[in-house]
Protein backbone atom coordinates (compact mmCIF):
# COMPACT_ATOMS: atom_id res chain seq x y z
CA UNK A 1 0.00 0.00 0.00
CA UNK A 2 1.40 3.10 -0.76
CA UNK A 3 0.22 7.29 -0.38
CA UNK A 4 0.40 9.80 -2.80
CA UNK A 5 -0.17 13.21 -2.47
CA UNK A 6 -0.64 15.49 -5.34
CA UNK A 7 -2.17 19.04 -5.67
CA UNK A 8 -2.29 19.15 -1.71
CA UNK A 9 -4.90 15.97 -1.75
CA UNK A 10 -3.46 12.49 -0.11
CA UNK A 11 -4.53 9.68 -2.24
CA UNK A 12 -4.35 6.12 -1.30
CA UNK A 13 -3.54 3.08 -3.30
CA UNK A 14 -3.09 -0.45 -3.07
CA UNK A 15 -1.20 -3.34 -4.98
CA UNK A 16 -2.87 -6.18 -7.08
CA UNK A 17 -1.73 -9.05 -8.28
CA UNK A 18 -1.30 -8.36 -12.00
CA UNK A 19 1.59 -5.79 -10.77
CA UNK A 20 -0.48 -2.37 -11.04
CA UNK A 21 -2.00 -0.01 -8.75
CA UNK A 22 -5.81 1.07 -7.59
CA UNK A 23 -7.37 3.80 -6.05
CA UNK A 24 -8.24 2.68 -2.59
CA UNK A 25 -11.67 5.15 -1.69
CA UNK A 26 -12.82 4.74 1.76
CA UNK A 27 -16.46 3.57 2.52
CA UNK A 28 -19.07 6.38 3.05
CA UNK A 29 -20.97 6.06 6.42
CA UNK A 30 -24.71 5.79 6.44
CA UNK A 31 -25.21 9.44 7.65
CA UNK A 32 -23.03 10.72 5.02
CA UNK A 33 -25.28 9.11 2.70
CA UNK A 34 -28.51 10.11 4.12
CA UNK A 35 -26.86 13.73 3.84
CA UNK A 36 -25.68 13.40 0.27
CA UNK A 37 -29.73 12.09 -0.86
CA UNK A 38 -31.41 14.59 1.43
CA UNK A 39 -28.59 17.41 -0.33
CA UNK A 40 -29.84 16.16 -3.77
CA UNK A 41 -33.53 16.34 -2.96
CA UNK A 42 -33.33 19.53 -1.83
CA UNK A 43 -31.21 20.78 -4.59
CA UNK A 44 -34.17 19.03 -7.30
CA UNK A 45 -36.99 19.09 -5.86
CA UNK A 46 -36.86 22.24 -4.00
CA UNK A 47 -34.44 24.82 -5.18
CA UNK A 48 -35.44 24.04 -8.85
CA UNK A 49 -39.15 24.11 -8.50
CA UNK A 50 -38.84 27.24 -6.16
CA UNK A 51 -36.86 28.59 -9.14
CA UNK A 52 -39.08 27.84 -11.26
CA UNK A 53 -42.22 28.89 -9.97
CA UNK A 54 -40.74 32.33 -9.23
CA UNK A 55 -39.37 32.78 -12.70
CA UNK A 56 -43.04 32.11 -14.07
CA UNK A 57 -43.85 34.18 -11.12
CA UNK A 58 -41.88 36.78 -12.72
CA UNK A 59 -42.49 36.47 -16.72
CA UNK A 60 -46.37 36.75 -15.64
CA UNK A 61 -45.88 40.13 -14.55
CA UNK A 62 -43.45 41.36 -17.54
CA UNK A 63 -45.80 39.75 -20.04
CA UNK A 64 -48.96 42.20 -18.57
CA UNK A 65 -47.71 44.85 -16.05
CA UNK A 66 -51.44 45.64 -15.37
CA UNK A 67 -51.65 43.02 -13.18
CA UNK A 68 -49.10 43.95 -10.90
CA UNK A 69 -50.46 47.96 -11.36
CA UNK A 70 -53.80 45.95 -9.62
CA UNK A 71 -52.15 44.74 -7.20
CA UNK A 72 -50.86 47.64 -6.11
CA UNK A 73 -53.76 49.43 -6.11
CA UNK A 74 -55.51 46.78 -3.99
CA UNK A 75 -52.81 47.11 -1.47
CA UNK A 76 -53.31 50.87 -1.47
CA UNK A 77 -57.49 50.76 -0.77
CA UNK A 78 -57.02 48.27 2.02
CA UNK A 79 -54.47 50.26 3.63
CA UNK A 80 -56.37 53.71 3.28
CA UNK A 81 -59.67 51.94 4.46
CA UNK A 82 -57.87 50.17 7.44
CA UNK A 83 -57.33 53.94 8.89
CA UNK A 84 -60.77 53.30 9.87
CA UNK A 85 -60.39 50.52 12.06
CA UNK A 86 -56.79 51.57 13.32
CA UNK A 87 -58.11 54.87 14.43
CA UNK A 88 -60.31 56.02 17.26
CA UNK A 89 -61.98 58.81 16.38
CA UNK A 90 -62.92 56.97 13.28
CA UNK A 91 -63.70 53.61 14.49
CA UNK A 92 -65.81 55.33 16.57
CA UNK A 93 -67.38 57.43 14.25
CA UNK A 94 -68.97 54.57 12.07
CA UNK A 95 -70.54 52.33 15.10
CA UNK A 96 -67.42 50.06 15.28
CA UNK A 97 -68.07 48.37 12.08
CA UNK A 98 -65.21 49.81 10.12
CA UNK A 99 -64.70 46.04 8.97
CA UNK A 100 -67.14 46.39 6.78
CA UNK A 101 -65.25 48.83 4.68
CA UNK A 102 -62.52 46.21 4.70
CA UNK A 103 -64.99 43.57 3.96
CA UNK A 104 -66.31 45.74 0.81
CA UNK A 105 -63.02 46.40 -0.71
CA UNK A 106 -61.46 42.80 -0.91
CA UNK A 107 -64.91 42.05 -2.44
CA UNK A 108 -65.85 44.72 -5.10
CA UNK A 109 -61.90 45.87 -6.21
CA UNK A 110 -61.90 44.31 -9.61
CA UNK A 111 -58.87 44.80 -12.18
CA UNK A 112 -61.14 47.49 -14.68
CA UNK A 113 -62.91 49.97 -14.03
CA UNK A 114 -66.10 49.05 -15.63
CA UNK A 115 -65.69 45.50 -13.39
CA UNK A 116 -65.34 47.90 -10.29
CA UNK A 117 -68.09 49.91 -11.12
CA UNK A 118 -70.15 47.52 -11.85
CA UNK A 119 -70.01 46.03 -7.81
CA UNK A 120 -69.62 49.53 -6.55
CA UNK A 121 -72.95 50.50 -8.01
CA UNK A 122 -74.75 46.87 -7.45
CA UNK A 123 -73.71 46.33 -3.52
CA UNK A 124 -74.47 50.02 -2.34
CA UNK A 125 -77.98 50.17 -4.61
CA UNK A 126 -78.94 46.76 -2.94
CA UNK A 127 -77.67 47.31 0.45
CA UNK A 128 -79.73 50.53 0.82
CA UNK A 129 -82.99 48.92 -1.20
CA UNK A 130 -82.42 45.41 1.55
CA UNK A 131 -81.60 47.36 4.34
CA UNK A 132 -85.02 49.50 3.87
CA UNK A 133 -87.09 46.44 3.40
CA UNK A 134 -85.44 44.50 6.16
CA UNK A 135 -86.37 47.44 8.21
CA UNK A 136 -89.76 48.10 7.06
CA UNK A 137 -89.93 43.88 7.60
CA UNK A 138 -89.22 44.37 11.14
CA UNK A 139 -91.79 47.34 11.69
CA UNK A 140 -94.20 44.77 10.19
CA UNK A 141 -93.42 42.10 12.38
CA UNK A 142 -93.23 44.32 15.40
CA UNK A 143 -96.56 44.84 15.35
CA UNK A 144 -98.40 41.70 14.33
CA UNK A 145 -97.74 40.48 18.04
CA UNK A 146 -97.36 36.91 18.14
CA UNK A 147 -97.23 36.15 14.54
CA UNK A 148 -93.87 37.98 14.45
CA UNK A 149 -91.82 35.15 13.50
CA UNK A 150 -94.08 33.53 11.13
CA UNK A 151 -94.28 37.15 9.14
CA UNK A 152 -90.45 37.22 9.13
CA UNK A 153 -90.35 33.82 8.21
CA UNK A 154 -92.18 34.49 4.89
CA UNK A 155 -91.25 37.78 4.42
CA UNK A 156 -88.07 36.26 3.96
CA UNK A 157 -88.80 33.62 1.73
CA UNK A 158 -90.92 35.56 -0.54
CA UNK A 159 -87.75 38.56 -1.36
CA UNK A 160 -85.24 35.33 -1.63
CA UNK A 161 -87.00 33.34 -3.86
CA UNK A 162 -87.78 36.47 -5.81
CA UNK A 163 -84.10 37.61 -6.34
CA UNK A 164 -82.74 33.91 -6.38
CA UNK A 165 -84.90 33.51 -9.73
CA UNK A 166 -84.09 37.04 -10.55
CA UNK A 167 -80.71 35.70 -11.77
CA UNK A 168 -81.82 33.18 -13.80
CA UNK A 169 -82.97 36.11 -16.15
CA UNK A 170 -80.44 36.59 -19.00
CA UNK A 171 -80.84 40.33 -19.24
CA UNK A 172 -80.75 40.78 -15.19
CA UNK A 173 -78.13 38.30 -14.47
CA UNK A 174 -75.91 40.39 -17.06
CA UNK A 175 -75.54 43.33 -15.27
CA UNK A 176 -77.39 42.92 -12.05
CA UNK A 177 -76.07 39.37 -10.24
CA UNK A 178 -73.69 40.54 -7.82
CA UNK A 179 -76.49 42.56 -6.76
CA UNK A 180 -79.47 40.13 -6.41
CA UNK A 181 -76.69 38.32 -4.36
CA UNK A 182 -76.12 40.92 -1.85
CA UNK A 183 -79.82 42.14 -1.62
CA UNK A 184 -80.38 38.46 -0.48
CA UNK A 185 -77.76 38.72 2.15
CA UNK A 186 -78.31 41.75 3.38
CA UNK A 187 -81.89 41.23 3.63
CA UNK A 188 -81.66 38.23 5.80
CA UNK A 189 -79.30 39.90 8.00
CA UNK A 190 -81.55 42.85 8.63
CA UNK A 191 -84.73 41.44 8.74
CA UNK A 192 -84.12 38.49 10.55
CA UNK A 193 -81.10 40.06 12.90
CA UNK A 194 -83.26 42.64 14.09
CA UNK A 195 -85.65 39.98 15.97
CA UNK A 196 -82.37 40.59 18.65
CA UNK A 197 -81.10 43.72 18.22
CA UNK A 198 -82.49 46.61 19.71
CA UNK A 199 -81.35 49.55 17.99
CA UNK A 200 -81.79 48.26 14.31
CA UNK A 201 -81.91 51.22 12.50
CA UNK A 202 -78.44 52.66 14.01
CA UNK A 203 -77.19 49.09 13.07
CA UNK A 204 -78.27 49.51 9.61
CA UNK A 205 -77.23 53.23 9.21
CA UNK A 206 -73.87 52.32 10.45
CA UNK A 207 -73.22 49.49 8.19
CA UNK A 208 -74.60 51.49 4.73
CA UNK A 209 -72.08 54.22 5.65
CA UNK A 210 -69.03 51.81 5.99
CA UNK A 211 -70.25 49.81 2.38
CA UNK A 212 -70.36 53.21 0.98
CA UNK A 213 -66.58 54.66 2.32
CA UNK A 214 -65.47 51.41 1.12
CA UNK A 215 -67.10 51.77 -2.38
CA UNK A 216 -65.91 55.51 -2.62
CA UNK A 217 -62.31 54.73 -2.09
CA UNK A 218 -62.27 51.72 -4.79
CA UNK A 219 -64.06 54.15 -7.19
CA UNK A 220 -61.75 57.15 -6.82
CA UNK A 221 -58.18 54.43 -6.73
CA UNK A 222 -59.62 52.92 -9.60
CA UNK A 223 -60.15 56.18 -11.58
CA UNK A 224 -57.54 57.97 -10.69
CA UNK A 225 -54.71 56.24 -10.28
CA UNK A 226 -53.53 54.05 -13.45
CA UNK A 227 -56.86 53.53 -14.64
CA UNK A 228 -57.43 49.89 -16.88
CA UNK A 229 -60.87 50.52 -19.15
CA UNK A 230 -63.00 47.59 -20.10
CA UNK A 231 -63.47 49.60 -23.32
CA UNK A 232 -60.45 50.03 -23.97
CA UNK A 233 -59.30 46.60 -24.14
CA UNK A 234 -62.57 45.80 -26.11
CA UNK A 235 -61.63 48.17 -28.54
CA UNK A 236 -58.06 46.95 -28.93
CA UNK A 237 -59.30 43.32 -29.21
CA UNK A 238 -61.52 43.78 -31.59
CA UNK A 239 -59.10 46.18 -34.06
CA UNK A 240 -56.37 42.99 -33.19
CA UNK A 241 -58.48 40.46 -34.07
CA UNK A 242 -59.30 41.88 -37.75
CA UNK A 243 -55.46 41.88 -38.11
CA UNK A 244 -55.26 37.89 -37.08
CA UNK A 245 -58.13 37.96 -39.63
CA UNK A 246 -56.29 39.47 -42.33
CA UNK A 247 -53.19 37.25 -41.58
CA UNK A 248 -54.81 33.49 -41.54
CA UNK A 249 -56.92 34.66 -44.87
CA UNK A 250 -53.22 35.12 -46.21
CA UNK A 251 -51.78 32.46 -45.02
CA UNK A 252 -54.18 30.05 -46.15
CA UNK A 253 -54.34 30.70 -49.82
CA UNK A 254 -50.67 31.54 -49.77
CA UNK A 255 -50.06 27.81 -48.18
CA UNK A 256 -52.05 26.59 -50.46
CA UNK A 257 -50.67 27.73 -53.54
CA UNK A 258 -47.09 28.29 -52.53
CA UNK A 259 -44.45 26.79 -54.22
CA UNK A 260 -42.26 23.90 -53.81
CA UNK A 261 -39.27 26.06 -52.89
CA UNK A 262 -40.31 27.96 -50.13
CA UNK A 263 -37.40 27.78 -47.16
CA UNK A 264 -38.44 26.41 -43.99
CA UNK A 265 -38.59 30.13 -42.34
CA UNK A 266 -41.46 30.82 -44.56
CA UNK A 267 -43.36 27.78 -43.89
CA UNK A 268 -43.19 28.32 -40.41
CA UNK A 269 -44.46 31.67 -40.34
CA UNK A 270 -46.96 30.77 -42.55
CA UNK A 271 -48.24 27.64 -40.31
CA UNK A 272 -48.47 30.65 -37.38
CA UNK A 273 -50.53 32.98 -39.37
CA UNK A 274 -52.91 30.04 -40.36
CA UNK A 275 -53.64 29.47 -36.55
CA UNK A 276 -54.39 33.02 -35.55
CA UNK A 277 -57.90 32.80 -36.72
CA UNK A 278 -58.78 30.48 -33.82
CA UNK A 279 -58.23 33.26 -31.37
CA UNK A 280 -61.10 35.27 -33.15
CA UNK A 281 -63.13 32.12 -32.49
CA UNK A 282 -62.60 31.97 -29.04
CA UNK A 283 -63.70 35.34 -28.00
CA UNK A 284 -66.70 35.74 -28.01
CA UNK A 285 -67.37 35.22 -24.01
CA UNK A 286 -64.83 37.78 -23.63
CA UNK A 287 -65.86 40.24 -26.00
CA UNK A 288 -69.56 40.21 -24.41
CA UNK A 289 -68.22 40.28 -20.58
CA UNK A 290 -65.78 43.63 -21.41
CA UNK A 291 -68.94 44.85 -23.55
CA UNK A 292 -70.92 44.42 -20.25
CA UNK A 293 -68.46 45.88 -17.98
CA UNK A 294 -67.57 49.01 -20.18
CA UNK A 295 -71.40 49.95 -20.14
CA UNK A 296 -71.08 51.00 -16.42
CA UNK A 297 -67.80 53.16 -17.12
CA UNK A 298 -67.99 57.14 -17.59
CA UNK A 299 -66.85 59.11 -20.59
CA UNK A 300 -62.67 58.56 -21.19
CA UNK A 301 -60.61 58.81 -23.95
CA UNK A 302 -62.66 58.48 -27.21
CA UNK A 303 -65.23 57.33 -25.97
CA UNK A 304 -68.19 59.12 -24.69
CA UNK A 305 -70.67 57.70 -21.91
CA UNK A 306 -73.43 56.47 -24.46
CA UNK A 307 -70.77 54.36 -26.57
CA UNK A 308 -72.01 52.31 -28.65
CA UNK A 309 -70.44 49.09 -26.67
CA UNK A 310 -72.87 46.40 -27.84
CA UNK A 311 -72.29 47.36 -31.51
CA UNK A 312 -68.62 45.55 -30.75
CA UNK A 313 -70.53 42.12 -30.08
CA UNK A 314 -72.42 42.36 -32.95
CA UNK A 315 -69.25 43.16 -35.18
CA UNK A 316 -67.72 40.19 -33.01
CA UNK A 317 -70.09 37.76 -34.23
CA UNK A 318 -69.61 38.83 -38.05
CA UNK A 319 -65.94 38.18 -37.57
CA UNK A 320 -66.72 34.69 -36.40
CA UNK A 321 -68.67 33.87 -39.40
CA UNK A 322 -65.58 34.90 -41.24
CA UNK A 323 -63.35 32.58 -38.99
CA UNK A 324 -66.01 29.91 -39.37
CA UNK A 325 -64.81 29.91 -43.29
CA UNK A 326 -60.80 30.14 -42.43
CA UNK A 327 -61.41 27.09 -40.56
CA UNK A 328 -62.67 24.99 -43.52
CA UNK A 329 -59.98 26.50 -45.30
CA UNK A 330 -57.43 25.57 -43.49
CA UNK A 331 -59.06 21.89 -43.36
CA UNK A 332 -59.12 22.16 -47.30
CA UNK A 333 -55.33 22.37 -47.18
CA UNK A 334 -55.19 19.40 -45.15
CA UNK A 335 -56.67 17.29 -47.83
CA UNK A 336 -55.57 13.73 -48.87
CA UNK A 337 -56.41 14.20 -52.47
CA UNK A 338 -54.31 17.13 -53.68
CA UNK A 339 -55.32 19.20 -56.91
CA UNK A 340 -52.76 19.01 -59.85
CA UNK A 341 -50.67 21.65 -61.14
CA UNK A 342 -52.32 22.27 -63.93
CA UNK A 343 -55.48 22.90 -61.78
CA UNK A 344 -53.87 25.49 -59.43
CA UNK A 345 -52.17 27.38 -61.55
CA UNK A 346 -55.51 27.96 -63.14
CA UNK A 347 -57.32 29.46 -60.54
CA UNK A 348 -53.71 30.43 -58.46
CA UNK A 349 -53.67 34.17 -59.37
CA UNK A 350 -57.75 34.51 -59.45
CA UNK A 351 -57.70 33.33 -55.76
CA UNK A 352 -54.73 34.92 -54.37
CA UNK A 353 -55.70 38.58 -55.95
CA UNK A 354 -59.15 37.91 -53.90
CA UNK A 355 -57.29 37.21 -51.08
CA UNK A 356 -55.28 39.95 -51.08
CA UNK A 357 -58.49 42.59 -51.59
CA UNK A 358 -60.36 40.81 -48.70
CA UNK A 359 -57.35 41.06 -46.39
CA UNK A 360 -57.04 45.31 -47.51
CA UNK A 361 -60.66 45.40 -46.40
CA UNK A 362 -59.37 43.61 -42.95
CA UNK A 363 -56.41 45.78 -42.29
CA UNK A 364 -58.35 49.33 -43.27
CA UNK A 365 -60.88 48.34 -40.65
CA UNK A 366 -58.69 47.47 -38.43
CA UNK A 367 -57.10 50.87 -38.92
CA UNK A 368 -61.03 52.35 -39.09
CA UNK A 369 -61.11 51.13 -35.29
CA UNK A 370 -57.94 52.36 -33.67
CA UNK A 371 -58.16 55.41 -35.43
CA UNK A 372 -61.99 55.52 -34.77
CA UNK A 373 -62.56 57.64 -38.07
CA UNK A 374 -64.32 56.59 -41.21
CA UNK A 375 -62.44 55.29 -43.89
CA UNK A 376 -62.16 57.32 -46.98
CA UNK A 377 -61.09 54.58 -49.24
CA UNK A 378 -63.63 51.61 -47.82
CA UNK A 379 -65.68 52.16 -51.06
CA UNK A 380 -62.78 51.56 -53.23
CA UNK A 381 -61.51 48.53 -51.42
CA UNK A 382 -64.60 46.82 -51.16
CA UNK A 383 -65.38 47.25 -55.25
CA UNK A 384 -61.56 46.10 -55.84
CA UNK A 385 -62.69 43.00 -53.89
CA UNK A 386 -66.03 42.42 -55.34
CA UNK A 387 -64.05 42.38 -59.22
CA UNK A 388 -61.76 40.16 -57.94
CA UNK A 389 -65.30 37.51 -57.15
CA UNK A 390 -66.41 38.22 -60.37
CA UNK A 391 -62.79 37.37 -62.02
CA UNK A 392 -62.72 34.26 -59.67
CA UNK A 393 -66.53 33.12 -60.51
CA UNK A 394 -65.55 33.75 -64.32
CA UNK A 395 -62.17 31.62 -64.03
CA UNK A 396 -64.33 28.99 -62.61
CA UNK A 397 -66.61 29.00 -65.46
CA UNK A 398 -64.39 28.45 -67.69
CA UNK A 399 -63.34 24.43 -66.62
CA UNK A 400 -65.35 22.08 -68.25
CA UNK A 401 -66.13 18.72 -66.75
CA UNK A 402 -65.35 15.75 -68.32
CA UNK A 403 -67.63 13.07 -68.64
CA UNK A 404 -68.27 9.57 -69.57
CA UNK A 405 -69.88 10.17 -72.79
CA UNK A 406 -68.71 8.16 -75.63
CA UNK A 407 -65.39 8.56 -77.21
CA UNK A 408 -66.57 10.88 -80.51
CA UNK A 409 -68.69 13.12 -78.65
CA UNK A 410 -65.97 13.85 -76.04
CA UNK A 411 -63.21 14.38 -78.97
CA UNK A 412 -66.04 16.68 -80.67
CA UNK A 413 -66.86 18.56 -77.52
CA UNK A 414 -63.01 18.84 -77.13
CA UNK A 415 -61.94 20.07 -80.33
CA UNK A 416 -65.35 23.05 -80.15
CA UNK A 417 -63.35 23.68 -77.03
CA UNK A 418 -60.11 24.12 -78.45
CA UNK A 419 -61.37 26.18 -81.07
CA UNK A 420 -63.81 28.63 -78.93
CA UNK A 421 -60.34 29.07 -76.57
CA UNK A 422 -62.42 29.24 -73.85
CA UNK A 423 -62.76 26.52 -71.08
CA UNK A 424 -60.14 23.89 -70.18
CA UNK A 425 -61.57 20.47 -69.80
CA UNK A 426 -60.74 18.77 -66.27
CA UNK A 427 -61.61 15.73 -64.01
CA UNK A 428 -64.10 16.39 -61.52
CA UNK A 429 -61.86 14.85 -58.81
CA UNK A 430 -59.79 16.83 -59.99
CA UNK A 431 -61.00 20.63 -60.02
CA UNK A 432 -63.70 19.18 -56.29
CA UNK A 433 -60.82 20.49 -54.10
CA UNK A 434 -60.07 23.93 -55.73
CA UNK A 435 -63.81 24.69 -56.39
CA UNK A 436 -64.16 23.77 -52.82
CA UNK A 437 -61.61 26.43 -51.74
CA UNK A 438 -62.86 29.30 -54.28
CA UNK A 439 -66.66 28.69 -52.73
CA UNK A 440 -65.29 29.64 -49.52
CA UNK A 441 -63.32 32.81 -50.90
CA UNK A 442 -66.57 33.78 -52.68
CA UNK A 443 -68.55 33.12 -49.36
CA UNK A 444 -65.92 34.30 -46.94
CA UNK A 445 -65.64 37.62 -49.21
CA UNK A 446 -69.88 37.88 -48.81
CA UNK A 447 -69.46 37.77 -44.79
CA UNK A 448 -66.21 40.58 -45.05
CA UNK A 449 -68.65 42.70 -46.36
CA UNK A 450 -71.51 41.84 -43.79
CA UNK A 451 -68.79 42.83 -41.34
CA UNK A 452 -68.18 46.05 -43.23
CA UNK A 453 -71.82 47.32 -42.88
CA UNK A 454 -71.31 46.15 -38.99
CA UNK A 455 -68.57 48.37 -38.53
CA UNK A 456 -70.26 51.37 -40.66
CA UNK A 457 -72.63 51.20 -38.19
CA UNK A 458 -70.64 51.35 -35.43
CA UNK A 459 -69.13 54.76 -36.71
CA UNK A 460 -72.29 56.39 -37.41
CA UNK A 461 -73.59 55.58 -33.92
CA UNK A 462 -70.58 56.32 -32.12
CA UNK A 463 -70.17 59.29 -34.62
CA UNK A 464 -66.64 58.45 -35.97
CA UNK A 465 -65.07 61.26 -37.71
CA UNK A 466 -64.55 61.37 -41.47
CA UNK A 467 -61.08 60.37 -42.21
CA UNK A 468 -58.94 63.29 -43.49
CA UNK A 469 -57.07 61.48 -46.21
CA UNK A 470 -57.79 62.35 -49.66
CA UNK A 471 -59.42 59.22 -51.18
CA UNK A 472 -57.62 56.80 -52.89
CA UNK A 473 -58.43 54.22 -55.89
CA UNK A 474 -60.64 56.89 -58.31
CA UNK A 475 -59.18 54.88 -60.99
CA UNK A 476 -60.53 51.61 -60.24
CA UNK A 477 -63.75 53.22 -59.84
CA UNK A 478 -63.72 54.50 -62.95
Known amino acids: MASKEEAGKLEWRISVDNGTTERLVPTSGRSKRIFLWLKGFVKKVIVERMTK ?24 ALSLVSIFYYMRPLYDGVGGNAMWAIMTVVVVFESTVGATFSKCVNRVVATIVAGTLGIAVHWVATQSG ?16 TATYSRFVPSFKSRFDYGAMIFILTFSLVSVGGYRV ?38 RLVQHNFLKLADSLDGCVAEYFK ?23 NSKGTEEAMANLARWEPAHGSFNFRHPWQQYVKIGAAMRRCAYCLENLSICMNYETEAPDQVKNHFGEACMKLSSAS ?15 KSSKMDYLVFDMNSAVQELQEALKTVSIKTNKPEEEEDVKYEEDKVGDRTIPMNLHEVLPVATLVSLLIENAARIQTTVEAVDELANLAEFKQDSKKKIGGNNAT
Open 259 to 281: MKDMSTNEDEETKMKLQRFKCVL
Open 359 to 373: SKILRELADLIKNTR
Open 198 to 235: DKLFDMAQQRASTIVIGTCICIVITVFLCPIWAGSQLH
Open 53 to 76: FMRNTWRIGADDPAKVVHCLKVGL
Open 146 to 161: KAEIFVTACSVFLFAF
